[in-house]
Structures are given as structure tokens and as C-alpha cells.
């Protein structure tokens, strides 16, 4: 019996039962869209917090009081050494440095009118634009003269302005802030949503020497924020700024309860770390579907043997050899599992771009997902069909059309 002359009499006999053929696909269905989806949803959050971290500078490097957070966790928060103004003008004055800023940031409670919002501030200085790779939508960014007068205004991000002004132009207008009066010059290119859930756009940025007279109440600074002059030259910068400031502090070298600094590419390997795990254990959880459905499918074929003895009785005494028996059956069971792994790349193609626009992520499908998990799905059926099969091709004809 040729290939093809086996696989039109599996096909009329899959479509003889259609119910059957439908509910046996399903399972198959599940576990690719499943495996399909959970590594678009998984690729996409990673592609999502690179972008989140790409947004924060291109080449940057920060610096806190503090040691570093190890696996997630960090121990010396409080305990660090406090930074002040002078401290990120020194660190301006490194040959590696390209643009150097300070930033003070806290929350802080807005009024206009009757509305009221609670928000964060960033204080900081006319270079952060630069360091950040954020431009200005309407209006314009303060100066360096109001960064030394400690003049009160105000730039908003863009959810600060929905909140507050609708969709009124928020440029020009007095808004308090802690009941301190400041005007808004400008307002902030819309960045939405990090790749952790926290909203970009719900920030006002002001000077920094504004935010420390009348809203932090010290002159400590946060952090430093600086660029290097070259990619290549970003690794040295980090180590170059947590030396100096360990010098200007008389911090011995060794100690790292002090300063710590971290960089795009530290934070986008502990992001694909993260990440990475997170895909293999989605990975993990829809094979098991796809196991689940290729039981299913040796099950239905077991069934099927069962009920057509007497077909198999009769084309073995037409002459229809074991390896043909065997073949109708694996092909059988190896269609269910192409067309229910078709069908699985649509769903779960349809599950992933869905997720995608409510979670406000790109949808990532790889092209080497979708063919993993399609030739898992044929792999599944050959491998669950062969006993099925290897069952149909062994019986005995007499014995087959003996039976009722």
C-alpha cells in the first residue's frame, strides 16, 4: 500500500468519528498553544524590561549609598554613606565621565484645583535629559540659573499631567506641591510602564537644590547618575566613581557597605537571568500538557484498534500486510497531532498577542517556538501511536474476523 493511499484511508477514518477526532486534537491544541504562549508572554516581559532599562541612559552608570543587592535583596540600604552636591561634581570631572547629574527623589503630594495626586519627585539638573535619553514633549526643561536660584518649577511626566489637568495643557499653570506653589514649564515624552509594573510617567522633576530646601529638608543626594564617553568605558567608570567617592569619604577600599554602582548591562544580565528561569519553568508547565494530550491520543488509538478487529481482519485477509496495519495507525495518530498542533500555533499565536496589548508589551513569537513545539506535537504522536499501532499490526486475522 503506497504513502498515499495510507494516509486517505487514515484521514476517512479520523473523519468518521469527528467528535471523537475533535476532543482527542484538543489536548494537543492546549499543550502547543500553551507552550507557544507561555514563551511569547515570557520573551515578551523580557524584551519589555530591556526597554525599560535601555530607556534609563544609553552608556550610563549609578551610584547609591549602600551595598549591592545580591540575588534580589539588599542588605545595606540605610546603612550606606549619604552623598552630597559636591560629590557628583567631582565625579563630573572624570576623563571617562561624558555628562554627570545628581538626583534627589521622594514621594511628594500634587494639588491643582480640586484635584489631588499623589506622585514622586526627581530633583536633578538640566543634563539628566541627556544621561536619560528623555526629551521634552511640550514646553521646556529648567535651567542651570534656576538650578542655582532654586527656582519652583516644575517639568510634569505625562501621567502627572492626565491626573491633574485631563487633557488640558498643563504648561503655564501653578500646581503645589507639599503646599509649596511651583509653576509647570514643561512637560515629559510619554516612556509608560517599566517591565515591572511601575509607571515611568508618574514623576515631576524640578532642581535638585528646590527638591533638597523644600521638600527633602537636607542637602544629601540619592544618587549620581553619569554617562561614559564610551561604551567600552563603562565597566571602568563604575569602578572609577565607587573609588572616588570611597576616597572622598576616607572609606577603606575593601569595604562595600559604602558605595555601590550599577550599570544597562549588569541590570539587563540580572533581568535575562530572571527571565530565563521564569521561560523554562512556563516551558516546563505546558509540556506537561502536551504529554497530557499525547496520552490522550494513545488512549483514543488503543480505543480504535478495539473496535475495528474486524476491519483489520479483513484487509489482512485481503492481503494487507503488519507494516501497512502498522502504518494506517501511526499515520492516524500522527495526523491528530499535526492538525492539533496546527491549530495550537494559531491559539496560542491568538493567546500571545492578546496578552500582549492588555499588558502593554511587544509580542514575541519565535519562529524556533513555533517549531519546537510543532515538531514536539509530531513527535508525540509517533511516539504515543507506535503501541497502538505495533497492537493493530500483531493481531490475527482469523482471530479478527471471528469477532462480533
Known sequence: MTW????????????????????????????????ISMLSIANGAKANIEASIASMGTNCVHVFGGSKPKQGLRGGRGTGMQMRAAD??????????????PVVSGPCQLVYGSANWGSNYTGTTPNFLIIRSWPVDRGRFFSEDEVRSGAHV??????????????TDPVGKIIRVANFPFEVIGL???????????????????PYT???????????????SASARRADQVAALEEQVVNLLK?????????????????????????????????????????????????????????????RIRE?????????????????????????????????????????????RFAHWPAVISPESVWV?????????????????LQASRLDPIQCLRSE
Request: proline share 1%; hydrophobic share 50%.
Open 88 to 101: 557628583w561634581r567631582a565625579v563630573a570631572e572624570l576623563p571617562t565621565v561624558a555628562q554627570a547629574c
Open 154 to 167: 516644575v517639568v510634569l511626566g505625562t501621567e502627572v499631567a492626565k491626573k491633574l489637568f485631563g487633557a
Open 4 to 35: 498515499m493511499l495510507t494516509l486517505r484511508v487514515a484521514l476517512r477514518a479520523l473523519l468518521r468519528n469527528k467528535m471523537r477526532t475533535c476532543l482527542t486534537m484538543l489536548g494537543i491544541i492546549i499543550g502547543v498553544a500553551a507552550v
Open 373 to 389: 513545539a510543532f515538531g514536539f506535537s509530531a513527535l508525540i504522536g509517533v511516539f504515543f501511536g507506535f503501541y497502538p499501532a
Open 312 to 356: 483489520i481482519g479483513i484487509r489482512m485477509a485481503l492481503g494487507a500486510r503488519g507494516i501497512d496495519i502498522l502504518g494506517q495507525f501511526l499515520v492516524e495518530s500522527v495526523a491528530l497531532s499535526l492538525f492539533g498542533g496546527a491549530l495550537g500555533v494559531a491559539l496560542g499565536a491568538l493567546i500571545s498577542v492578546t496578552v500582549a
Open 247 to 307: 576616597e572622598r569619604y576616607r572609606v577603606r577600599p575593601e569595604d562595600e557597605d559604602a558605595f555601590y554602582a550599577y550599570n544597562q548591562a549588569e541590570a539587563t544580565k540580572q533581568a535575562n537571568e530572571s527571565t530565563q528561569v521564569f521561560k523554562v519553568l512556563l516551558g516546563g508547565v505546558a509540556s506537561v500538557s502536551l504529554l497530557v494530550g499525547g496520552i490522550g491520543i494513545m488512549n483514543i488509538m488503543l480505543v480504535s484498534v478495539t473496535e
Open 188 to 206: 515629559m515624552e510619554e516612556k509608560g510602564e517599566t517591565g515591572w509594573g511601575m509607571q515611568r510617567d508618574d514623576v515631576i522633576i524640578m
Open 210 to 224: 528646590t527638591a533638597q530646601r523644600k521638600l527633602k529638608g537636607n542637602q544629601w543626594i540619592n544618587s549620581i
